[in-house]
Antibody
């Protein structure tokens, strides 16, 4: 069974940084592309970032380019999202999802507020 | 970016009756390999989303056959043949042909 467990969310001040993690199990992580998707409170889904299985290719939504970095450690079956220069509009539940079938985790809440 | 426009945004339905959600894209979703990468997701209240349909009309494993997807090019539809209480939630279309990936705004399905 595919399991994705996000962690690392919390309250951070505007301009601050946070690193999200996603622990994967139940499938071969090293051959799976992965995504981060977010959902602001009471709002719809927004795709954020993508990384290929070997970490070679990465894509981002324009609003996070230059501030967020997606990465992975295949030896640890883990996906990451380094978020810098955070803004109030980055407040959301962040989900990791497997590229093949968009299996999702339960999400982790990031709140950017002073 | 490809804009995905869903309608309606709110859909009150009677149990046992059909429901239909439209999703239109601002560009063709036909990829260079000939496939059309349009998916549908369901998000029940308080839950993470789950994919129902991929490549326009293919149901994911475990998805009831009352859900069906159709369409081509820029115009797509999700149909529920007979709505059940467990179908309440928000439905999103997602295009994975172009970068960045983009979702529709969501359609809230509720029981009348």
């Amino acid at each position: 069974e595919v399991q994705l467990v996000e962690s690392g969310g919390g309250l951070v001040q505007p301009g601050g940084s946070l690193r999200l993690s996603c622990a994967a199990s139940g499938f071969t992580f090293s051959t799976s592309s992965m995504h981060w998707v977010r959902q602001a409170p009471g709002k719809g889904l927004e795709w954020v970032a993508y990384i290929k299985p070997d970490g070679g290719d990465k894509y981002y939504v324009d609003s996070v380019k230059g501030r967020f970095t997606i990465s992975r450690d295949n030896a640890k079956n883990s996906l990451y999202l380094q978020m810098n220069s955070l803004r109030a509009e980055d407040t959301a539940v962040y989900y990791c999802a497997r590229g093949k079938d968009y299996s999702w985790g339960q999400g982790t809440l990031v709140t950017v507020s002073s | 970016d490809v804009v995905m426009t869903q309608s309606p945004l709110s859909l009150p339905v009677t149990l046992g009756q059909p429901a239909s959600i439209s999703c239109r894209s601002s560009q063709s979703l036909v990829y260079s390999d000939g496939n059309t990468y349009l998916s549908w997701f369901q998000q029940r209240p308080g839950q993470s989303p789950r994919r129902l349909i991929y490549k326009v009309s293919n149901r994911d494993s475990g998805v009831p056959d009352r859900f069906s997807g159709s369409g081509s090019g820029t115009d797509f539809t999700l149909k529920i043949s007979r709505v059940e209480a467990e179908d309440v939630g928000v439905y999103y279309c997602l295009q994975t042909t172009h970068w960045p990936r983009t979702f529709g705004q969501g359609t809230k399905v509720e029981i009348k």
